[in-house]
């Protein structure tokens, strides 16, 4: 630790009042005031939190969004943290894990990269006293001790209802849907399908839409979303809507859309209001997207990893249902908001994405169009 007494001290009030506000089970001997003395402060010798992102390509969120916000969070509070990326590679996640633990990692908090290695990693973890968050994915029979991510299934529905409220708006007739799902080893993934199908089975099965080609996209890839769907595109030509998991699957839409003149006429979805996917929906190439305030997530995240490396017990707001163990797994689940033209500029005033960032060239005046200041 390479820092004073001075700010060891504010970090431990910082970390008392964070307690506070997260409702802690009554483990903590805060004083009442949150002013935590220095003695206290001195003999709780906080641990180090270890966390893995998963890749930085299957979403622009990973590096954009909660690194920086789990960073500061952990540098507020004052807590030894190491934040690594295994960029796609099962192997390396694991590598990583086994280092952290050496390294003297008290918590563990994980995107997994499918459930079987997650697993493998929180086991490790747990027998070695570790305490594990699961970070925005549930690892499926992992057991970890908590799990803090948005309502997934909630996602998905958003993004179902935003489908047919563009398909209405364009009039159209009995149209045809193609599906781009997540990847099959994301417990998200399989929420999301769960929230649109729910959505948009109903009127296939009724006749209003017809069920088109529906495929998962192995890891998110990007790259290979596009070859899935230009490939759907050739089979099916008459596709009128795209239901797109996230924002890199609509992109590689969109941009097979483009080559064949349908960008805007066929409407897209998405997810996690990434600078492209938001430039997409002021293009008028993308319906929808859902954003995430992943600002809150890892600030829930980082206040029950900060509160277990201080070797409390923090409470969960909720829990979720395990599918694999049957297990209730103690979670926090944040509230996800649908995002269309008119709101885009919601997300600029939450400080997401900047004006400067999103604004850019040719998007300036639909910039101005869609009221963003
Ligand atoms: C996350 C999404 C993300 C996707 C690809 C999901 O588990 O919830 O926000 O777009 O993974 O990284």
Redesign the pocket.
């Known amino acids: 630790m390479r820092k004073g007494i001075l700010s060891l001290t504010a970090a431990a009030a910082l970390l008392t009042f964070g307690l506070a506000a997260c409702g802690d089970d009554g483990a903590t001997t805060a004083a009442p005031d949150g002013a935590a003395s220095s003695a206290d402060a001195g003999a709780k010798t906080a641990g180090k939190v270890g966390v893995i992102l998963?890749?930085s390509k299957?979403?622009a969120?990973?590096e954009t969004a909660d690194r920086k916000y789990l960073e500061e969070a952990f540098k507020a509070a004052g807590v030894a943290y190491d934040i690594q990326n295994a960029q796609g590679d099962k192997t390396q996640f694991q590598t990583i894990a086994d280092q952290m633990i050496t390294n003297g990692a008290t918590v563990l908090m994980i995107?997994n990269l499918d459930s079987g290695t997650g697993k493998a990693v929180l086991d490790k973890a747990k027998s070695q006293g570790v305490a594990t968050i699961d970070y925005?994915?549930l690892t499926l029979g992992g057991g970890a001790a908590y799990y803090v991510?948005?309502d997934?299934t909630k996602?998905g529905t958003l993004q179902g209802e935003g489908l047919v409220k563009c398909l209405t708006e364009k009039k159209a007739d009995k149209p045809i849907v193609a599906e781009l799902n997540?990847?099959p080893t994301?417990n998200?993934?399989t929420l999301f399908k769960n929230g649109y199908d729910g959505v948009l089975k109903p009127k296939y099965d009724s006749g209003d839409y017809k069920k088109g080609p529906d495929q998962s996209v192995p890891d998110?890839d990007n790259t290979q979303a596009g070859t899935i769907f230009e490939q759907m595109l050739t089979e099916q030509p008459k596709i009128a809507g795209v239901l797109a998991?996230?924002?890199?699957l609509g992109n590689a839409a969109i941009t097979v859309l483009k080559k064949n003149n349908l960008n805007g006429k066929v409407p897209v979805t998405g997810?996690?209001a990434t600078v492209q996917g938001l430039q997409n929906i002021l293009a008028g190439d993308q319906c929808m997207t859902v954003y995430?305030a992943i600002k809150k997530e890892a600030d829930a995240a980082s206040q029950l990893a900060i509160a277990l490396a201080k070797g409390e017990k923090p409470a969960a707001t909720g829990s979720v249902k395990d599918t694999e163990s049957g297990a209730d797994v103690p979670a926090v689940l944040l509230d996800p908001q649908a995002i269309y033209f008119d709101n885009v500029k919601d997300v600029v005033a939450d400080g997401y994405v900047t004006k400067d960032e999103l604004c850019t060239g040719d998007f300036a005046d639909k910039c101005t169009e869609a009221g963003i200041q």
């Open positions: 998963p890749d299957s979403s969120r990973w995107v925005d994915r991510s948005f997934n996602v997540g990847s994301d998200n993934a998110w998991a996230n924002d890199g997810q996690d995430k």
